[in-house]
Each structure stands twice: as C-alpha cells, then as structure tokens.
C-alpha cells in the first residue's frame, strides 16, 4: 500500500489542471498505477484523493456491507458514487484535471494544497488549510481521549 505524506502547493490554471507534486508521485513509484480517485471529502471542505488500487478496496469494503434490495441502500450508494472523478498525471508535465465542479465545492480560487494522509491526500484550497489546523491543546486533548 502506497503512504504519502507531506504538504504541497500548486497553482491551479483556468482549466481545473494542476501540477501533481513530484514528491507525492515518487512516492507511488514506477511499478504502480498512476491514476487516482478525486471525491468531495465527508466531513471536511476538501477533496480525497485515493490511488485507483485503494478506490476499488474502499468502494468494495463499502458495497460489502449494503442490500441492494433496500431502497435507501440503494440510495446511499448512489451519493457514495456521485460527484467521483478519475485523473492521472500526464506524462509530459505531471499535470492532473480536476474537473471545476470538485474545486468549486471547496472553494478553490488560483493554488491547491496536496496534503498527504497516509492512505490518501487531500487537497485544499490553499487560504482555507491553514484555518482548519487544531489548536495544541486541542490536539493533545483529542489524542488522550482516542488513543489515551
């Protein structure tokens, strides 16, 4: 399984198209697949970002536990799946589309932030990362109550 981390920018030019980050693609290597999963994130005002390998476990773990003999089942699913995009970094400039609407949802203007999350990276518009970080001891309170 593929880890990432680590914080990068890029600017992002009219057509939704990005420069994926050198670090970040070094870190899937040569061997892997190079294309991703782009969704709106849960919980928070940014987007996902999954290799495609870790997409399909995620979605197949997901489907596993649904009926789709029930309704809202079938319901969920279909919001589990909307507003998904597949992008892979082009091979002359390393540059990745993300469609407007995705950016739009999380009110991306002129720079992204790739943050990389272990299993995934999330991009953020670039002013609004800085505002979501924990405060110290807001942090330290949350790690006693999770892992404490």
Same mark, same amino acid.
């Given at each position: 399984?593929?880890? @990432? ?10 057509? &939704?198209?990005? =420069? @994926? ?14 294309? @991703?999963?782009? $969704? ?7 987007? +996902? ?12 773990? =997901? $489907?596993?536990?649904?009926? @789709? ?8 699913? *279909? ?8 992008? +892979?970094?082009? /091979? $002359? ?7 407007? *609407? ?7 203007? $002129? +720079? ?12 953020? %518009?670039? /002013?609004?990362?800085? &505002? ?10 949350? %790690? ?5």
């Amino acid at each position: 399984m593929v880890k @990432f981390i680590g914080e990068y920018t890029a600017k992002v030019d009219d057509k &939704g198209r990005v =420069v @994926f980050p050198s670090s970040l693609k070094s870190m899937l290597g040569p061997e892997n697949d190079h294309r @991703f999963v782009v $969704k709106k994130d849960l919980f928070f005002n940014c987007l +996902e970002m999954y290799t495609y390998p870790e997409w399909i476990r995620q979605s197949e773990e =997901v $489907k596993s536990r649904l009926n @789709f003999f029930k309704k809202e089942h079938a319901l969920f699913w *279909r919001e589990y799946m909307r507003d998904r995009a597949l992008v +892979e970094p082009d /091979e $002359k400039f390393g540059r990745i589309s993300i469609p407007k *609407r995705l950016l739009d949802q999380i009110g991306v203007s $002129k +720079e992204v932030l790739f943050a990389g999350s272990d299993h995934k990276i999330e991009i953020w %518009a670039k /002013e609004i990362y800085g &505002g979501e970080r924990l405060p110290g001891s807001e942090y330290v309170d949350l %790690a006693e109550k999770i892992l404490g």
